[in-house]
């Protein structure tokens, strides 16, 4: 997926510029990369929060339009406010096709696994995973098919589909695992014992 963006430049220089910068609806952000001098800009909050929420499910693009010229990139980074969890900063790096770069590439999980038609629980412990590769290589999804996993059974990052792309990550880490549900145990109290009372032998 790619996102068209419009930028303006930014010429900020204290930290009040940025808090009224991002008073005025926009967000600071950067673009950079290993041919690219780096170059402060800002972006309009409403139009990027809404391609944004877009972006989650699979590899996404943005292309930088910035006086004329447009760029190539991908969201590196991205300052979230604790509180508020809106946007502080972002860092887009521009992909060219020989520089090699790491990111994050969502995991698509195929099928239903059999495990939880037994009664068991999916627990997909990672949803995406980092990559190297050059800006050419990048793979557009990961599928994990799981309908085969039953009760017990894992997925490791081994299991994921091979290609010009080096995984970051120990082939052994764990991607899903199917586990049986817990069975609370409900243990029946013993009830306390009556006191006995004591007689005078008259």
């Known amino acids: 997926m790619i996102f068209t963006l419009n930028a303006e430049p930014r010429h900020t220089v204290r930290k009040s510029d940025l808090t009224n910068l991002r008073a005025s609806g926009l967000i600071p952000a950067v673009i950079y990369g290993s041919d690219t001098e780096s170059i402060s800009i800002s972006v309009k909050k409403p139009e990027f929060t809404q391609m944004h929420k877009k972006s989650f499910k699979e590899v996404c693009f ?23 969890r809106h946007f502080l900063h972002l860092d887009f790096l521009v992909v060219s096709a020989t520089s090699v770069i790491e990111l994050d590439i969502p995991i698509t999980f195929v099928g239903e696994a059999i495990g939880t038609k037994e009664g068991g629980m999916l627990d997909i412990q990672m949803h995406t995973i980092k990559v190297s590769c050059k800006g050419t290589d990048i793979p557009k999804e990961l599928s994990l098919d799981v309908s085969d996993m039953r009760i017990g059974d894992s997925r490791h990052v081994c299991d994921l589909p091979s290609g010009s792309w080096t995984y970051l990550d120990h082939e052994d880490v764990t991607i899903a695992v199917v586990h049986a549900k817990k069975v609370e145990v409900v243990t029946e109290e013993t009830p306390a014992a009556e006191p006995v009372e004591e007689t005078e032998d008259n």
Not at 62 to 84: F, M, R
């Open 62 to 84: 943005w292309e930088i339009e910035l006086a004329g010229k447009k760029y190539h990139t991908i969201l590196k980074e991205k300052q979230i406010h604790p509180v508020g």
